[in-house]
């Protein structure tokens, strides 16, 4: 009987440490080798789209229209920013590089793979929260990409499955090259 229990005890502590070590040390060891992409102004999108509840589209006014959802213009982020968060240290970046004439380098945080192409304007035209695809914007100061369902990345069988739920088409060809 004992040597029965030997081989499913020892199972059972290698996936005892296994679980610990994919869901505690694995993480931190990803966000090391890839760390998160700074920008030159941290941009609080918590307070933007929480506090203040700007709809994503009053920054992102390409969203609705284009392939992409854009990087606002400085002009864009200076319509507040001129009398707004005026001792604020990141809005004084801002307003440098507007009275400068020198663009802020915006570093995506949201990517997919090269080898496909996502339209934003056919999701938000059929009615998608932006927090389908980007979780809640509104919560985070530092924007992540993030599946909202289990956590990380958007996978290939995220987008599937959605376009199945929702009668949209299935062929290669609506997200591949």
């Known amino acids: 009987m004992k040597s029965k229990l030997k081989p499913i005890i020892a199972i059972v502590i290698l996936l005892s440490v296994a679980g610990v070590f994919f869901t505690v040390v694995a993480p931190k060891a990803v966000a090391f080798v890839y760390p998160l992409p700074e920008n030159e102004v941290v941009f609080p999108h918590d307070f933007h789209a929480g506090t203040l509840a700007l709809e994503c589209q009053f920054c992102h006014t390409g969203a609705a229209d284009n392939r992409g959802a854009n990087v606002p213009a400085l002009e864009q982020c200076m319509f507040c920013h001129k009398v707004a968060g005026l001792e604020n240290p990141e809005a004084k970046k801002v307003r440098v590089a507007w009275e400068s004439q020198e663009p802020l380098n915006w570093i995506r945080q949201h990517r997919l793979p090269d080898h496909t192409h996502f339209r934003h304007e056919p999701h938000i035209t059929a009615g998608f929260e932006c927090s389908t695809c980007h979780g809640d914007v509104a919560g985070?100061?530092?924007?992540?990409?993030?599946?909202?369902?289990?956590?990380?990345?958007?996978?290939?069988?995220?987008?599937?499955?959605?376009?199945?739920?929702?009668?949209?088409?299935?062929?290669?060809?609506?997200?591949?090259?």
């Open 140 to 177: 985070m100061k530092q924007v992540v990409q993030v599946k909202t369902e289990k956590g990380g990345a958007l996978k290939m069988g995220d987008c599937v499955a959605c376009h199945k739920e929702n009668g949209a088409p299935l062929q290669c060809s609506t997200c591949h090259n």
